[in-house]
């Protein structure tokens, strides 16, 4: 049974920083797709960065110089670094996997979802 769990979120003032963890179980990370997403009530889940079997990451145009996405193959986990973080990132963060090599950065292409962890930007 493949499980993603992520932790790491909490509240931080505007300028601060966090690390997102996403724990994979039943399932090898090195060979597979996996992402960072983000989602506020009402709106749609939005794509922060990805990265495929090569560690090759991507990332949205607008984050890409304030967040960094990782993994550790030997720990199974994904990680989301965040910088300088701003009110506007206030949201539910979610990792995800697909079972392939690829990059994917839209919400449908992934099959497997973490529960998510909230994190809140205080100005």
């Known amino acids: 049974q493949v499980q993603l769990v992520e932790s790491g979120g909490g509240s931080v003032q505007a300028g601060g920083s966090l690390r997102l963890s996403c724990a994979v179980s039943g399932y090898t990370t090195s060979r597979n797709s996996m992402g960072w997403f983000r989602q506020n009530l009402g709106k749609e889940r939005e794509w922060i960065a990805s990265i495929n079997s090569a560690d090759t990451p991507t990332y949205a145009d607008s984050l890409k110089d304030r967040f960094t996405i990782s993994r550790d193959h030997v720990k199974n986990t994904l990680y989301l670094q965040m910088n300088n973080l701003k009110p506007e990132d206030t949201a539910m963060y979610y990792c995800?996997?697909?079972?392939?090599?690829?990059?994917?950065?839209?919400?449908?292409?992934?099959?497997?979802w973490g529960q998510g962890t909230q994190v809140t930007v205080s100005s």
């Open positions: 995800a996997a697909r079972p392939d090599g690829y990059t994917w950065v839209r919400a449908r292409d992934f099959i497997y």
